[in-house]
């Protein structure tokens, strides 16, 4: 039997070194805290034996401030493979190599890597586990940095993005994500922000924890930039795979179909008394949004954030749709500053991967309030206007009751450019409710009544009774039909068939100007 080739040995020792990453020490040291190794995370990511790295020995150049070692991939891995059949890029940085800081080789990997994803026309994912620029390469570390930034936003909207945060996502670092599609956190494990707590201690005096600061209760709950959480790294991948299932690979295909055994055709007849009689009491759009959707489709981005608005994706008829919904069980459904900016950015989403939308209106206008208004409530509420204005995708409205004033017209309305308006018989299409109605325009017979409050009430009634229904809006073709509550899934499912193919465009232009 011949001798082994000593190059071929050499191969081998030297792909067993980058296995090994930051050493066996590091990775004990790394699983203890319950957390899946990069190589791990790649292999619960992407289906069995797919997986072919890109960049496996590039290293650093730096020699200064200690940076004598190197280590074989330069503490991201970079390369492609499969998930359930469909091609996948993705980099995973290693925490156990130099904390997965990053420099100016693995910046050079990540851009790489985006860029060939860009090429083929498949989603990029990013798995990432930071303590944020390597300090030890100055300013070639933030060019690294500057490289990913870039190509986050020249693939914007070309390919899905999504990050997963699985560790500390610490200063420029931040902002890649935050670019991208979506964000999954960890919690209790994974957390971002741009100055860390000794910082802000010796800035401002406030004294604060890393989890208080940037973990996911906060991005999830607060500050909305993160879209889901989950319990582990396990389940942060396997939501990953699940999310992917819904997209398309790029902007130019379709979201893939799936057949989810539900009865198209399938009516609720619950949905018939879910809107109470007294327009004044809430009731679950979540109920609405479960019953109408495929069984178990249903998939809330940024749930706690901005309850008053809820959005996701889910399947109908077997194909993806985006869902906006708003949730009179919450401020009564009300609009405001973060429900604004959360409803306008999914939809940008939806419409740049031709997801079609459903939106679910029930609102009885934008929250009033100084402080709503010195944030700045309007150009906040402008962004849904503007989003859903040049949205070419299906979109098709549902009215389920209260559509008043600016939030019914930014709420994808028919005089907004939604391809259909379904109504249910509760709703109330009008510049406002009837007891603002009767105040404005009928203030002087209410005063000089004998019984003024029985004069408002029966003034505030027949308001009601003329001007806040569906068939007054129906009339004059602002809502195309009237339905049975029961019968919006299937109504909706075969709008969405006969819009398949729609064909739309917005004016030729570099891009638009939103109101950020």
Not at 105 to 117: E, L, P, R, V, Y
Not at 272 to 291: F, R
Not at 369 to 376: A, K, L, P
Request: glycine share 10%; charged share 25%.
């Amino acid at each position: 039997m011949p001798e082994e080739d000593p190059r071929i040995l050499e191969l081998r020792e030297m792909r067993q070194k980058a296995r090994l990453a930051g050493g066996e020490e590091r990775i004990a040291k790394h699983k203890a805290k319950g957390k899946l190794t990069a190589r791990e995370r790649i292999e619960q990511l992407l289906d069995p034996g797919s997986f072919h790295e890109i960049g496996l020995y590039a290293t650093h150049r730096s020699e200064d401030l200690g940076m004598t070692e190197k280590y074989p991939g330069d503490g991201v891995i970079t390369g492609y493979g499969t998930v359930d059949g469909r091609t996948i890029y993705v980099y995973a940085q290693d925490f156990t190599v130099m904390g997965g800081s990053l420099g100016e080789t693995q910046g050079k990997k990540i851009a790489a890597i985006m860029d060939m994803a860009a090429a083929a026309g498949a989603p990029v994912i990013g798995l990432i586990d930071s303590g944020g620029a390597r300090i030890n390469e100055g300013v070639r570390s933030l060019y690294g940095y500057a490289q990913i930034f870039q190509r986050n936003a020249w693939y914007s909207g070309v390919i899905p993005q999504i990050s997963l945060v699985l560790g500390p996502c610490a200063g420029g670092a931040a902002y890649s994500p935050a670019v991208t599609d979506m964000i999954i956190m960890v919690e209790k494990q994974s957390f971002m922000f741009l100055t860390g707590p000794e910082v802000i201690k010796s800035v401002t005096g406030e004294v604060v924890d890393t989890e208080s600061l940037g973990g996911a209760d906060v991005h999830l709950g607060i500050s909305g930039t993160a879209h889901i959480k989950t319990q582990s790294d396990v389940e942060a991948i396997a939501m990953a795979r699940k999310v992917l299932s819904y997209l398309p690979s790029n902007n130019v295909e379709n979201p893939p179909y799936v057949d989810t055994g539900d009865d198209p055709n399938r009516m609720d007849d619950s949905l018939n008394t879910i809107v109470p009689l007294d327009p004044s009491e809430p009731y679950n759009m979540h109920e609405v949004i479960e019953k109408i959707v495929d069984n178990g489709t249903f998939i809330e981005l940024q749930a706690p954030f901005a309850r008053n608005a809820i959005i996701g994706l889910a399947r109908m008829g077997g194909y993806t749709v985006g869902i906006v919904a708003q949730e009179p069980a919450f401020m009564a459904g009300s609009m405001d500053i973060d429900s604004a900016d959360k409803i306008a950015r999914f939809v940008q989403f939806c419409d740049s991967f031709n997801i079609p939308l459903v939106t679910f209106c029930d609102s009885p206008g934008f929250l009033p309030g100084v402080d709503q208004e010195h944030r700045g409530v309007i150009r906040h509420g402008a962004k849904v206007l503007y989003s859903y204005s040049n949205a070419t995708v299906p979109k098709i409205q549902i009215i389920t009751r209260k559509a008043y004033g600016g939030a019914y017209i930014v709420m994808s309305s028919k005089v907004m450019g939604a391809d259909i308006s379904f109504a249910w018989p509760s709703a109330e299409i009008a510049v406002m409710g009837p007891e603002g109605a009767a105040n404005i325009l009928y203030r002087k017979q209410i005063q000089e009544a004998e019984d003024p409050a029985a004069e408002r009430k029966k003034i505030v009634e027949e308001y009601r009774k003329k001007f806040l229904n569906p068939y007054a809006a129906a009339a004059d073709g602002f809502v195309d039909d009237v339905i049975e509550p029961r019968e919006t899934r299937m109504r909706v499912i075969a709008a969405l068939a006969a819009l398949r193919e729609k064909a739309a465009s917005t004016p030729a232009r570099k891009h638009g100007n939103i109101p950020l």
